[in-house]
Structures are given as structure tokens and as C-alpha cells.
């Protein structure tokens, strides 16, 4: 099992930048997916960014040149910095880790942390 807490969401101007912070209760560098979603009003929960392990990172199309998301095993933490923020981006982000199981992984999130893009 993993608890995990995110932090760094606020609100900001279009145009600006936000670093989203994830502290897990354990090692990270044995969790082989951890990723970043994020939920605005009346939508379904979307993936923003995958960071598997072995060092590569998948984006959504519409966070690709914009969002970048970095893994600090060190500090048991994940970030997501994001620049030139949209109106669009304003959700509920959420950070998720996948822990393998005999039948597959079971995912764990954090309590969510507000994004806020005001135009």
C-alpha cells in the first residue's frame, strides 16, 4: 500500500505556471507507474501525465509542451510543473500510483489538489 499527498494547486493567471507536488508514504523507485489525472466540473476523470520507472513519461495531447513531469526517488515525490496555463486546465489533480498484484496493480490516489486558471 501507498498513501499519497499532493500540493502546490492555487489559482493563477492565464499564461502563468503551477508546481504540483506528490509526497508517497514509501519508495518510489519500486513503483513502476505513478501519474498525475486531473477532474474538472461535470467531466470524467482524465490522465494529464504517465511516468513509468524505467524513465520514459506519456503526455496527453493537450498538455504536450506545456506540462512536464518529473519523478525525485530521493525524496519519495513526484512533480508536475505546468507553464503556460489555459482556463481549460482548471480541475481537481490528482496524483495516482499503480502497485502490482497477482491479478494485474491496484490503483491508489491522493486527496486532490485545486487547479484554478482564471482568463
Known amino acids: 500500500q501507498v498513501q499519497l499527498v499532493e500540493s502546490g494547486g492555487g489559482l493563477v493567471e492565464t499564461g502563468g505556471s503551477l508546481r504540483l507536488s506528490c509526497t508517497a508514504s514509501?519508495?518510489?523507485?519500486?513503483?513502476?507507474?505513478m501519474g498525475w489525472y486531473r477532474q474538472a466540473p461535470g467531466k470524467q476523470r482524465e490522465l494529464v501525465a504517465l511516468?513509468?520507472?524505467?524513465?520514459?513519461?506519456n503526455y496527453a495531447d493537450s498538455v504536450k509542451g506545456r506540462f512536464t513531469m518529473s519523478r525525485a526517488s530521493a525524496e519519495n515525490s513526484v512533480y508536475l510543473q505546468m507553464n503556460s496555463l489555459k482556463p481549460e486546465d482548471t480541475a481537481v489533480y490528482y496524483c495516482?500510483?499503480?502497485?502490482?498484484?497477482?491479478?494485474?496493480?491496484?490503483?491508489?490516489w491522493g486527496q486532490g489538489t485545486q487547479v484554478t486558471v482564471s482568463s
Open positions: 511516468s513509468f520507472s524505467r524513465g520514459s513519461t
Open positions: 495516482n500510483a499503480k502497485l502490482s498484484t497477482e491479478e494485474g496493480y491496484e490503483d491508489y
Open positions: 514509501r519508495n518510489i523507485v519500486s513503483i513502476n507507474t
